[in-house]
């Protein structure tokens, strides 16, 4: 996480600018100058990433990086006034050295072979991924040390990746890297309706069954109460964008972030509720003024009547309020028929929905 205002993050090449992205068709680097410099030469001179925000009044953005060279990082802020620079290279992981690693969905590897003469002999490689149905994919590849393989893992799910080293004296050495690959997408955007908590089915772990640690702002409370589905109970205390974000267990790497937006409603004792006209047979027409702020186009209202010699003016006990029937200020008002012997109030009960989901009521 970086713990900046953040514009923006550019990437580019050092000194002279060049890759800053990575093909997710797995490829070998040229093994040769000439060949190296034209791949350098095929890609861009720099590019720029948004970066998105993350709780805290943090920000994160991933950086494709190029292999095998200095990559210059520029972090701006305060509308580009300051800037910070740093210096990221991206090496090469000898799968002799076996072991296993967690990673997210789009990252990339280098992979090459060696007993630590990277300049001679050749190396085998075999990318195993287990698929949903329990079959095992296989992709092979063969290269020479000084030659990377540049794979992107862009399906979640599990590998095992086996690599063979045959040295010129035809000695081989063989060793595997165990390789997670999470991925996640948050399900939706929730909505918070301030003073009031609600569920929120944020989303799972895809094929690898892992549970995402959540993240959010301050002013947003969040605890997880099935972490099997990926299910939260959100609060808020005030109409603000607040920022969630899913973390990798174990590593912490962000998976994504979404932002919750808040709203309040007032109605009834926070606006008003003044008798308007009175019909000939006694009926008190009682006009109520509702209020969203802000008024967010996924959300509507249902008021439903429970008192007795109440309805609304149309002849209903119910009714639905949508985003197009609030003005420029998030306003709508409405009216209630009261019968001459009714003494209590025009007492109803509000649902409040994120489309079709209940988030709170009052």
């Known amino acids: 996480d970086i713990g900046l205002d953040l514009d923006g993050v550019r990437a580019a090449l050092s000194p002279d600018g060049a890759p800053v992205s990575v093909s997710e068709t797995p490829h070998l680097l040229p093994a040769d100058s000439p060949e190296w410099s034209g791949y350098l030469s095929a890609w861009l001179d720099s590019e720029s990433f948004s970066a998105k925000h993350g709780p805290g009044h943090r920000f994160w953005a991933n950086v494709p990086l190029a292999p095998l060279t200095d990559n210059a990082i520029a972090l701006s802020w305060q509308d580009g006034v300051v800037e910070e620079r740093l210096m990221a290279r991206w090496i090469p992981y000898n799968l002799l050295q076996g072991g296993s690693m967690v990673l997210s969905a789009g990252d990339a590897l280098l992979l090459t072979a060696h007993n630590g003469v990277p300049e001679s002999g050749y190396a085998a490689i075999d990318v195993n991924r287990t698929l949903p149905s329990g079959l095992t994919e296989t992709e092979s590849f063969e290269t020479v040390p000084i030659s990377p393989l540049v794979y992107t893992f862009s399906e979640p799910g599990d590998y095992i990746i086996e690599a063979t080293y045959r040295h010129e004296s035809g000695q081989e050495f063989s060793s595997a890297l165990t390789v997670t690959v999470h991925g996640f997408e948050f399900a939706n955007r929730p909505l918070a309706y301030v003073g009031r908590e609600r569920v929120w089915e944020a989303g799972q772990g895809g094929e690898t069954g892992f549970t995402p640690r959540f993240g959010a702002d301050p002013r947003l409370a969040l605890r997880t109460v099935d972490e099997l589905n990926g299910i939260v109970r959100i609060g808020s205390n005030d109409n603000v964008r607040d920022t969630i974000v899913a973390r990798a ?18 109605s009834s004792w926070e606006t008003y509720a003044e008798v308007v006209d009175t019909l000939p047979d006694g009926s008190r027409i009682v006009e109520m003024m509702m209020v969203l702020s802000p008024v967010h186009q996924d959300v509507k209202i249902y008021k439903e009547i429970f008192v007795g010699g109440v309805v609304f003016d149309d002849g209903t006990l119910d009714r639905w309020f949508l985003p197009e029937d609030f003005d420029e200020l998030g306003q709508v008002t409405f009216r ?19 489309d079709d989901l209940l988030i709170g009521y009052r």
Do not use: K, N
Not at 336 to 354: G, L, W
């Open 249 to 266: 267990p174990g590593t912490g790497a962000i998976l994504g972030s979404v932002e919750a937006e808040s709203f309040r409603l007032f």
């Open 336 to 354: 209630f028929i009261m019968a001459p012997e009714v003494t209590s109030s025009a007492c109803h009960r509000t649902h409040v929905y994120q």
